[in-house]
Nanobody, 114 residues
Framework: QVQLVESGGGLVQAGGSLRLSCAVS????????MGWYRQAPGKQRELVAT???????NYADSVKGRFTISRDNAKNTLYLQMNSLKPEDTATYCC????????WGQGTQVTVSS
């Protein structure tokens, strides 16, 4: 079973940046569509960014122009560079396939203060 381990979250002021990482067990990134998801308290999980096996990216309107999804196939790691962070970006961020399947990782908490 594929394991997903997210890291890189933290507390940052509005306007700041963070880079999230998702370590994936096995050499599967280049063969699968992957996504970053987030869930804020009291809200449903939402997809914020996808990266297809062919390298195409797509972003939720709320993060377009601020977030960048990428991968390093050699390191089996998916990334999410988050710039110009806003308080509404506060959430637990997780990675998974797109669409998601299997077990979710523990996620990494991102808190943006105003």
């Amino acid at each position: 079973q594929v394991q997903l381990v997210e890291s890189g979250g933290g507390l940052v002021q509005a306007g700041g940046s963070l880079r999230l990482s998702c370590a994936v067990s096995g050499r599967i990134l280049s063969f699968n569509n992957m996504g970053w998801y987030r869930q804020a308290p009291g809200k449903q999980r939402e997809l914020v960014a996808t990266l297809t096996s062919t390298g195409s990216t797509n972003y939720a309107d709320s993060v377009k122009g601020r977030f960048t999804i990428s991968r390093d196939n050699a390191k089996n790691t998916l990334y999410l560079q988050m710039n110009s962070l806003k308080p509404e970006d506060t959430a637990t961020y997780c990675c998974n396939f797109a669409p998601p399947w299997g077990s979710w990782g523990q996620g990494t908490q991102v808190t943006v203060s105003s």
